[in-house]
């Protein structure tokens, strides 16, 4: 049975392989002429194979996101019904044909000797299916811009406050709870870093918050570069104070002593309130502020400038904007000395039921009085009062001090002589109505014209002298 089974396959051999090539031969002339192949190009998106070496050595691609979206036109040749099968089913284009790079064909140590940025020309692969036949591609190179990473660490600043706290408060200073933070990016990128910086909205803001705020990175040209480094926190917190605002007076101390025979007429400041900030605790307390002036050695008016905030209180300070200086205004006097004649019937005495009689002659009292230029200068006789007290004194003979009642800022530079009085009948006193209080004048002198012209005489010497001492003092 074997023997005849295979005499079947080598009887006539050769006219057997004929047939079966010539059955091979119209079958393929056969599919090709109701399948012929076609040549087509097809579009790509480029493959980036293996990126993460560039990491793990220390290098980033700068034109990724170009790379990545790098479009490679690849021309290929296969059965009409395949290419068909291609045309506009870009999921079944990706499974049959691919175009990459590969940078694990990256010389690392030629990327971080350079000084910066590096281009470096890659090669692109396509893999094809089996059943296609690749006709070329264009681009057949891609450049890839790379660098050596490194990191660096930056202080945060605090751009000014957006907004406006509530009215009568005012924004202290921000408090982040990061100083600084790391950097880390392309060396070049590294270098177009001016300033790194959070902005914190404080609009309406009447107490204290917390704020979480974005870090972000600017050029020198003030643009936002944050998106092209990392940064190892992307925000942090702020601790915003708002403190209320006082408006407190001015007063003014003075230190020293002016110069010989002046006194100081008044000190006054400009302006007569500042307005303060500081927690409410340590404001609450503050009621005015108090500014020093030394007056050591004037003789003249003068104007100091005082820095406010040297006489603050701990821990307060003035409004933003506000004047930090104040101007006090200091008026000072000459002192004189001058004496002045006042008419013995211009005493009044006190105790008007008592009998007396004055034994002192003279019709004049010399009055002598020391006090600023200005305020002496405009004093007249009728501004000195003169007034004795016989309450309470028996008969007899009395010497009677005088009281003098001078304007304010006057006072005597001598006392007064006194005045020798004989009392016959002491004041009585009523208990319903004390009469000692009520007043009564001096009578004239009973003297004769002589003694009347010598004391007359007497205070003129007296006035005179007093004249001469104060043209002395002056000079």
Not at 449 to 454: G, K, S, T, V, Y
């Amino acid at each position: 049975m074997f023997k005849k089974i295979l005499s079947w396959f080598v009887t006539d051999i050769h006219w057997k392989l004929l047939s079966l090539l010539a059955a091979v031969v119209l079958w393929v002339v056969g599919t090709n002429m109701n399948n012929p192949h076609r040549t087509a190009p097809f579009t790509v998106v480029l493959q980036l194979q293996n990126i993460d070496v560039l990491e793990r050595d220390g290098l980033v691609l700068l034109n990724e996101s170009a790379l990545s979206t790098q479009q490679i036109r690849v021309t290929v040749r296969a059965p009409r019904n395949e290419i068909e099968a291609l045309e506009g089913n870009l999921e079944r284009i990706s499974q049959i044909f691919d175009a990459s790079i590969d940078f694990r064909a990256i010389r690392t140590d030629e990327v971080i000797a350079a000084d910066g940025p590096t281009n470096v020309r890659m090669s692109v692969s396509v893999n094809l299916y089996p059943g296609f036949e690749l006709q070329g591609f264009s681009p057949s190179f891609v450049e890839a811009r790379i660098d050596a990473t490194n990191m660096v660490s930056f202080p945060i600043g605090i751009e000014f406050p957006e907004g406006v706290v509530a009215q009568g408060f005012e924004v202290q200073p921000i408090i982040l709870s990061n100083g600084s933070v790391n950097i880390s990016g392309a060396r070049g990128a590294l270098g177009y870093i001016h300033r790194v910086a959070v902005r914190v909205n404080v609009d309406g803001l009447y107490e204290d918050a917390q704020v979480q705020v974005p870090i972000m990175v600017f050029n020198q040209y003030g643009e936002d570069i944050t998106n092209t480094v990392s940064l190892n926190i992307n925000e942090t917190t702020a601790f915003v104070r708002v403190w209320p605002i006082k408006a407190v007076p001015l007063q003014v101390e003075t230190t020293g002593d002016l110069a010989n025979n002046f006194t100081l007429m008044s000190e006054r400041v400009e302006p007569q309130f500042v307005n303060i900030v500081g927690p409410p605790s340590v404001l609450d307390a503050v009621e005015y502020v108090t500014v020093s002036v030394d007056l050591s050695g004037q003789s003249a008016n003068f104007v100091r400038t005082v820095m406010v905030h040297d006489y603050l209180p701990e821990g307060v300070h003035l409004v933003y904007g506000e004047p930090g200086n104040v101007r006090v205004y200091v008026a000072v006097e000459q002192i004189i000395d001058r004496g002045f004649l006042v008419p013995r019937d211009n005493v009044r005495v006190r105790a008007s039921t008592a009998i007396y009689q004055v034994l002192t002659e003279s019709e004049v009292m010399v009055i002598n009085v020391r006090g600023p230029r200005s305020l002496i200068d405009e004093m007249h006789v009728n501004d000195v009062e003169l007034e004795i007290d016989l309450r309470g004194r028996p008969i007899g003979d009395h010497w009677v001090p005088v009281m003098v009642t001078l304007p304010e800022g006057v006072g005597l530079s001598r006392l007064p002589a006194s005045l020798h009085i004989q009392i016959h009948e002491p004041a009585a006193l009523d208990a319903d109505n004390n009469n000692d209080d009520e007043y009564e004048y001096l009578p004239p002198p009973q003297t004769d014209d002589n003694a009347e012209a010598d004391d007359d005489t007497e205070a003129e010497d007296d006035v005179a002298e007093d004249d001469d001492e104060e043209d002395t003092d002056a000079s």
